[in-house]
């Protein structure tokens, strides 16, 4: 059953370019790369029960390590760029972790605010190299011998680095270091208790999703072509948490339904012009105040009910 | 399931608005021509944004489809906001494009968010009309008519007529740092060398910081006789009201095409007095050109509680020269036709700018006239000064 719904899921992602216009290929490259960020975001504030407002920093970082090795280096095939988009992106996340972590809740979420402000800054300083104010052009990298020319390979080149982050993230909790971060996650003090170093894990669930932004930002630079300053404001951090949130604190799936969500929301509310930010601000109120647990919890309790066979009230969705 | 039906139905709807393919050329039916652009209705240049379109472009088109629109038919606009973000821009575009079919782009606005489409609509073979920016990185595009009179240009006007016949020899330069700043100062030092001549002092300000104090003294240590400001309004009127500030009065300080608005003149209020600037558009609210007076007076039809202001006007003469080119092209528009058609208005007569030839180089705007700031409005100096 399970497998099942898999393949098939897998079959409509596969043959998504051939079946929906042009345009909405872009988007579900879109979709997909703020899927990524989502879940590198949810590793931390899943794990830490920490909140980063400096998502869009890390992206900055990953989009223009991707394009300036696509740019300077034109013979390494993209998914190295990406590859080394991420390392780069996770050594910084390393440098940021290890001051940042020893702040807690609202500090933390300060403190990766400030980062946020300051890669834009730096982008427009080191701007011999970025361009600065001026944005960064970025060409068509290429995988062997096949150049990412067009929408639809761009968007068979994010799906398979995503299916490749999701079945890992899917997969970190059956490994020490995921156990480890479980049970940081379910009580510190009883997970300290336990011998787990709870510094080194708190870094390390950073550093990994700093590495999944990174990598996030490689494929961003890929699939718009353009990078500015402009791009990575305090708002698409800002984003960038709605997602987890109105997808589902904790949850791989919901880190992808809340970036599909936020990221149809977006692009369709373009059209209402200077009431957007209104709309999208309400819109974000109502689903937390009816969905506290994300859309992967409601469709979770909508399942459950589903299995049981009969119709019968679903439990409470909301304790306010 | 009430509660995730919404979202549910707001996927639905954003699934549901792939419109048909037409067997025309895209964006022309026999009753319609549907053209639109990203633009900036949310952000810093909001203002700016929603002017220029819905108040300026729409403005003229509402007149135009009232009047029977252009062989038979009428044009509708589609804008999207991008708040100035370039991903939002190509993300709009792109939708623009494949989406709802636009024939054409009219009149999208900033540096960062054009450049990000530029490429885009150029492989498209989709025409960008009047790009509301100055930079010279639209110029030799096949699908690219600018709009704004280029940095370069104006920079050749300013500095042929301060060197020139107001005999002036130190210039220095306060500009904003990104392309519209630097485009400007390359031009400066460019035609200041056909003097002999070269900027004594240059000072950069950050886009979006407006302390410019620490810039201020630095320019008035190099005591030039002229100050160019190549800024956006905030900063630009901040720069002047230091200067009053300070008792800096031995310089003449000297705004850039974009900047010379009366929204800078406003925020600057008495500190703006005896500044001088190039002006691109005669000033909306009092001059009698034939042009000006009827658009102040389909503004007061249409749009009674909009007051008139330079961006409007801006994007009022981008729909009247769009209608131009459509009207020449004929009942058989296409992409081609159209750049056929604007390729061949010569001596053109808008009542508002001198009369517009566009040929093959694609710039609808070449000019700019003096003015001086007096009792808070721009007083011209000059008639329209040339720049080829």
Known sequence: MRRAALATGAVLVLALPWAVPRYFVFLASLIVVNSIVAIGLNLLSGYTNQLSFGHAGFLAIGAYAGALLTIHAPALPAPAALLAAGLVTAAVGLALGIPCLRLEGLYLAMATLAFGFVVVEAILNLDWITRGNDGLRVPAAHVGPIALASDTARYYLTVAVAALLILAALNIARTRTGRALLAVRESEIAAQASGVHLAAYKTLAFVLSAFYTGVAGGLFALVVGFLSPDSFDVFLSVDFVAMIIVGGLGSVPGSVLGAAVITTLNDSLAGFQNYRPLIFGAILIVSMLFMPGGIASALRKLSVVGTAGRPRPGPPTAII | ?388
Do not use: C
């Open chain 2, 1 to 388: 399931m009430a509660i995730r039906a919404p979202f549910l139905l707001l996927l639905a709807l954003v699934l549901a608005t792939a419109t048909p393919a037409s067997a025309q050329s895209p964006g022309v039916s026999d009753k319609e021509i549907v053209i639109g652009s990203s633009n900036s209705f949310s952000g810093p240049l909001a203002f700016t944004g929603e002017q220029i379109t819905k108040f300026g472009v729409d403005l003229y088109l509402k007149v135009v489809n009232e009047a029977g629109g252009i062989h038979g038919r009428t044009i509708r606009t589609i804008y999207y906001d991008d708040g100035y973000r370039p991903q939002d821009a190509v993300a709009n575009t792109k939708k623009l494009v494949e989406q709802d079919k636009i024939f054409a782009v009219i009149i999208p606005q900033g540096s960062p968010p054009v450049v990000a489409t530029l490429d885009y609509l150029e492989e498209n073979k989709v025409p960008l009309l009047f790009p509301y920016q100055s930079s010279p990185v639209t110029r030799r595009k096949r699908y690219v008519f600018q709009g704004m009179t280029l940095s370069d240009r104006s920079s050749k006007m300013m500095i042929d007529y301060l060197a020139g016949p107001r005999k002036l020899k130190k210039f220095a330069a306060l500009y904003q740092d990104d392309e519209y700043g630097k485009s400007f100062l390359t031009a400066f030092e460019k035609d200041l060398g056909r003097f002999g001549l070269k900027l004594v002092a240059a000072e950069s300000v950050k886009r979006g910081v407006t302390d410019v104090s620490a810039q201020i003294a630095k320019l008035q240590a190099a005591r030039p006789e002229v100050t160019f400001l190549v800024l956006v309004p905030g900063p630009a009127a901040q720069a002047l009201i230091e200067r009053q500030k300070i008792g800096w009065t031995d310089t003449l300080m000297v705004s850039t095409g974009p900047l010379t608005d009366e929204r800078y003149l406003a925020l600057a209020g008495d500190a703006a007095e005896g500044v001088e600037g190039l002006s691109l558009w005669p000033d909306p609210l009092l001059s009698d050109l034939p042009g000006v007076k009827l658009y102040r007076e389909h503004m007061q039809k249409y749009f009674p509680k909009n007051e008139p202001n330079r961006y409007s006007i801006a994007g009022y003469f981008a729909g009247m020269l769009f209608a131009e080119g459509a009207k020449r092209a004929g009942r058989n528009l296409t992409r081609e036709s159209l750049i056929a058609a604007l390729e061949s208005i010569k001596g053109y007569e808008s009542g508002i700018l001198p009369p517009i030839t566009i040929s093959t180089d694609h710039e609808t705007q070449k000019q700019g006239f003096w003015v001086r700031v007096e009792k808070g409005r721009f007083k011209p100096l000059t008639d329209w000064l040339k720049s080829e």
